[in-house]
């Protein structure tokens, strides 16, 4: 008889509209693992009683969306040091049988889109992040990795931009600053949005002229049609406007690598979804 196949899922809230559940079971089959992957629509004040509920009923991993990032990196009895960096875990595996470790495999999905699927070069590179909250957090540590000559962080409130600089700052050449400061020019080789905008249908309200023939734009949120910063990019000149399909798929390899211990191939996940 063949043993039940191990339990994995996705929790978030709202949840109905992820993709994981299609990438990881193309993974699955793509490399032959039995496995199970759910989604779970819990909200904030149920987030811990449904994740011990699930490790202590064998479950063996989770990926973590909003709004419980950040709730999660609390919970987890070891965190590994990217997550412990972003302060905030997307992924939960149990290890040693009955500890939590908490990871975050975000920033990794986005420095491997951009260069191993979309061949930008980010090493000596000047790069501007709009946005200062989670998502501008976990992708700063593996982008200073890879040596940008500077990164602006741009906020709407500069404060928090700041604060993140600060706290990156032994990491590389950073700086922090709101959208009307003089730092933003027009020689971005690379601009990141990492703010929430998108999901309210918005843009953030930066100069047009941050965007010149050689700029590639690139946002972190991702939409069947194309994202308001895709287009606001597009309409002001950009040479390449890209949004998070990939970030989304190589973030999942990264996870399921780190829970079953074999990576999977992403380009034909990454046509699959983009076709579906
Ligand atoms: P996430 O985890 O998605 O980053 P977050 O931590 O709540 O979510 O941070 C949201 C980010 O999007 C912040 O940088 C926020 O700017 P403020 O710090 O000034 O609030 C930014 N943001 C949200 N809506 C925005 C909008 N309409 N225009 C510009 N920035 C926006």
């Keep these: 008889m063949n043993a039940a196949p191990d339990q ?67 919970l987890a009895n070891e965190l590994t040091p990217r997550a412990e960096r972003a302060g905030a875990v997307n992924t939960l595996m149990i290890q040693n049988e009955n500890e939590i470790l908490g990871d975050n495999t975000d920033g990794e999905g986005l420095v491997r889109d951009l260069q191993d699927n979309c061949g930008v070069t980010v090493g000596g590179t000047r790069i501007l992040i709009l946005g200062a909250g989670g998502a501008a957090r976990g992708v700063l540590a593996p982008l200073l990795e890879l040596q940008p000559r500077e990164i602006v962080v741009a906020n709407r409130t500069a404060a928090r931009a700041s604060a993140l600089a600060r706290e990156f700052a ?94 999977p191939q992403t380009a034909p996940v990454l046509q699959a979804l983009i076709a579906s």
């Design 8 to 74: 994995y899922g996705v929790i978030g809230h709202p949840v109905a509209h992820s993709w994981s559940p299609f990438i990881h079971g193309l993974f699955a089959r793509q490399t032959e693992q039995a496995m199970v992957y759910r989604r779970f629509d819990v909200p904030p004040a149920k987030f811990r009683r449904h994740v011990m509920h699930f490790f202590l009923h064998g479950g063996r991993g989770l990926n973590v969306t909003l709004p419980h990032k950040v709730a999660a990196a609390g």
């Design 170 to 263: 032994e990491l590389g050449n950073l700086i922090g600053c709101g959208f009307d400061s003089a730092l933003l020019t027009d020689d971005f080789d690379l601009i990141i949005n990492a703010t929430a905008a998108s999901t309210e249908g918005d843009v953030p309200v930066v100069a047009a002229t941050l965007v010149s023939k050689r700029t590639i734009c690139y946002d972190l949120a991702y939409s069947k049609e194309k994202t308001p910063f895709v287009r606001w990019a597009e309409s002001h000149g950009c040479v390449r406007a890209l949004q998070g399909w990939g970030m989304l798929v190589e973030q999942a390899a990264e996870s399921f690598s780190v829970w079953r211990g074999i990576r």
